[in-house]
């Protein structure tokens, strides 16, 4: 009897968190497409489309990858936020290039390389030490 209420009480517990992270998940998603209508509207209110813009949107759109992605698979890859990473330095870089010193550039510079040697480190992993399959019911989605 006991062990199935603790069963029962796991059972709440790990649908509860499922749900809130799919409510957080939908947030995520619903926020990032304000922020890519809101970004839009002040591009046509400019009517100049420039690289940090268009570096922002793929930001948006990588960010709602992530999020599909998660929901289809119950998994977060760590590579989607190394990208994304890679992605916010480069549009750093690009839109504050003439204010930062020489030492700055090679700093950020310098962390783009090397979240590209950590995506490339967890590509070669992938495919030299490949995860075992989990059966579906283990991760909690469906």
């Given at each position: 009897?006991?062990?199935?209420?603790?069963q029962?009480?796991?059972?709440?517990?790990?649908?509860?968190?499922?749900?809130?992270?799919?409510?957080?998940?939908?947030?995520i998603?619903?926020?990032?497409?304000?922020?890519?209508?809101?970004?839009?509207?002040?591009i046509?209110?400019?009517?100049?489309?420039t690289?940090?813009?268009?570096l922002?949107?793929?930001?948006?759109?990588?960010?709602?990858l992530?999020?599909?992605h998660?929901?289809v698979?119950?998994?977060f890859p760590?590579?989607?936020?190394?990208?994304?990473?890679?992605v916010?330095?480069?549009r750093?870089?690009?839109?504050?290039i003439?204010?930062?010193?020489?030492?700055?550039?090679?700093?950020?510079?310098?962390?783009?390389?090397?979240?590209?040697?950590?995506?490339l480190v967890?590509?070669?992993?992938?495919?030299?030490?490949p995860?075992?399959?989990?059966?579906?019911?283990?991760s909690g989605?469906k």
């Open positions: 009897m006991r062990e199935k209420a603790s029962a009480a796991i059972d709440f517990g790990q649908k509860a968190i499922s749900s809130i992270e799919f409510v957080g998940l939908i947030v998603a619903i926020g990032t497409v304000v922020a890519m209508v809101q970004d839009i509207l002040v046509a209110g400019v009517g100049k489309v690289l940090g813009d268009l922002l949107m793929f930001l948006y759109l990588e960010i709602l992530m999020v599909r998660y929901l698979s119950g998994k760590v590579r989607y936020h190394l990208f994304i990473g890679m916010a330095l480069a750093y870089l690009i839109l504050d003439k204010e930062m010193d020489s030492m700055r550039m090679l700093q950020v510079a310098g962390a783009i390389f090397i979240l590209g040697l950590a995506v967890i590509r070669i992993g992938q495919n030299r030490f995860s075992i399959p989990e059966d579906d019911n283990s989605h």
